[in-house]
């Protein structure tokens, strides 16, 4: 079995040394994804937009792939602030309708570029 580069336009490129997902076997591995534009480069400011974004970013590199949300089986949420973990939870639920994937939310001291969250993601093309 191979391994394959996910990478597209309509998200963010990587500011560092790694993909913006890797697909092996039938399995799709995305890296933490910042609430960031990919047409402007801007954030949002409030975490229900950041939350959004970086769901939207989510969504770009699974549809590269030819996977949706529904594809996802486990998510890592990173937070900022666990204080905005209700409105991160409003926004997500939106996402995820009928069936929720596996998570993890974790309060993190400082993420890049200090956006308030970020948000990786396991997907499985069945």
């Not at 040394?17 to 047409?39: E, I």
């Not at 409105?87 to 308030?116: H, M, T």
């Amino acid at each position: 079995m191979s391994k394959k580069v996910i990478s597209t336009k309509n998200a963010p490129a990587a500011i560092g040394p790694y993909s913006q997902g890797v697909k092996f076997s039938n399995f799709a591995f995305l890296s933490g994804q910042l609430p960031v534009n990919s047409v402007t480069g801007e954030m949002p400011s409030d975490i229900e937009g950041q939350t959004k974004q970086s769901l939207e970013n989510v969504k770009a590199i699974l549809k590269e792939e030819g996977l949706a949300l529904n594809n996802v089986i486990k998510t890592t949420v990173f937070l900022k602030d666990l204080e905005n973990f209700s409105k991160v939870n409003e926004i997500y639920s939106q996402y995820f309708e009928g069936f929720y994937p596996a998570r993890s939310c974790v309060e993190v001291a400082r993420l890049p570029k200090d956006a308030q969250i970020e948000i990786e993601v396991i997907a499985i093309k069945e």
